[in-house]
C-alpha cells in the first residue's frame, strides 16, 4: 500500500509517517521505485500511535519498537508510568503557580518561577524606594531577569554578587535606577556624565571586582557577559538612545573587568 493508504487505514497522516522514518521510529519500506508498505509496518504503526497516545516520548518509543520480546501488558505498564509522571509534572506547574500567587499576595509585582532567594530579597528593599518615574523601568528589568535567569550560571552569579549586599551598595543601586529613569531628559553629554559619575560610586562602593566573589571568572562570569541575545536583550526593553549608550558603556566597562580577571587567572595558573 502507499503511504496515504496506509496513513488512512491507522488514522494518521503521512507527515506524520515521515516523521517517524526520520526519528527512526518506522522503517523505510526497501523495495525500489514508490514506497510500498506491507503489514508489518502496519503493525509497527499502529503499535506507535498507541504509544505515543499514551504519553510516552519518542525517545522510549524507539527503544520499544525493535524489543521483540515486550508484551502488551509491558506497554500498558509503561504508559501508565509516563501518564503518572505527566500527572506528577502537572502537580510541580500547579505547585509553582500557586507560589507565584503567593508572592503577588505580598508583593505588587510578579517574580520569576526561581528567583534566588537573595535577589528576591534585593527587589524587596530596591522597589519601596523608588519613585513612580523610577518604577516602570524597575519592572522591565525584573521582567528582563526572567529571561537573563534562564542562560547558563546567570543565577549562581547574581547571588554570589548579592551574597554582601549592604546599605550603601542599595543606595548607589537606587541612585542607578533613578538615573535611568532620567535618562530620556537629558541632552548625550549630560547622560554621559551622569553616567561616568555613577559609576565611579559604584566602584567605589562594590569595589573593584564590582562585589563579585566568584574568582571562575572564565567558566562562569563569561557564559554569562558572553551569552547570545544579552545585549539584545537589554536594549530591546529600553527604547531611548541615551539608555541604550548607558547600557552599551555599563558591558563595555563589564566586559573590561571580566578580560582584567581572566588575564589574573591566567597568570596566576602559568605561576
Known amino acids: 500500500m502507499r503511504i496515504k493508504e496506509l496513513a488512512d487505514l491507522v488514522g ?8 517517524y522514518h526520520h526519528e527512526g521510529l518506522l522503517d523505510v519500506p526497501d523495495n525500489s521505485g514508490v514506497r510500498n508498505y506491507t503489514l508489518d509496518h502496519a503493525v509497527r504503526l499502529v503499535r506507535i500511535r498507541h504509544l505515543t497516545e499514551s504519553g510516552l516520548s519518542l525517545a522510549t518509543i524507539r527503544e520499544l519498537v525493535h524489543d521483540p520480546d515486550l508484551s502488551l501488558e509491558d ?49 524587596g528593599q530596591v522597589s519601596p524606594r523608588l519613585n513612580a518615574e523610577a518604577l516602570p523601568y524597575f519592572e522591565k528589568e525584573r521582567q528582563a531577569m526572567e529571561v537573563a535567569l534562564r542562560i547558563p550560571f546567570a543565577s549562581r552569579l547574581v547571588d554570589d554578587w548579592l551574597r554582601d549586599i549592604t546599605p550603601e551598595r542599595i543606595d548607589a543601586t537606587v541612585d542607578i535606577y ?60 529600553y527604547q531611548h538612545p541615551n539608555q541604550k549608550e548607558f547600557i552599551r558603556l555599563f558591558l563595555e566597562q563589564a566586559v573590561e573587568l571580566f578580560e582584567n580577571n581572566v588575564s589574573r587567572e591566567t597568570r596566576g595558573v602559568a605561576s
Open 75 to 123: 506497554e500498558i505498564r509503561l504508559a501508565e508510568d509516563a501518564i503518572d509522571e505527566q500527572i506528577a509534572e502537572l502537580h510541580r506547574q500547579k505547585a509553582r503557580l500557586l507560589e507565584l500567587r503567593e508572592q503577588r499576595v505580598t508583593d505588587d509585582v510578579p517574580l520569576p518561577y526561581t528567583v534566588p532567594e537573595r535577589l528576591a530579597s534585593f527587589y
Open 12 to 19: 494518521t497522516t503521512p507527515r506524520a509517517i515521515r516523521h
Open 178 to 237: 533613578h538615573l535611568f529613569a532620567r535618562l530620556p531628559h537629558m541632552d548625550p553629554e549630560e547622560a554621559r556624565v551622569e553616567f561616568d559619575h555613577h559609576m565611579t560610586r559604584l566602584h567605589s562602593v562594590f569595589g573593584p571586582d564590582w562585589g563579585i566573589h566568584q574568582r571562575d571568572w572564565r567558566g562562569v562570569v563569561r557564559p554569562v557577559l558572553m551569552a547570545p541575545g544579552v545585549v539584545t536583550l537589554l536594549t530591546s526593553a
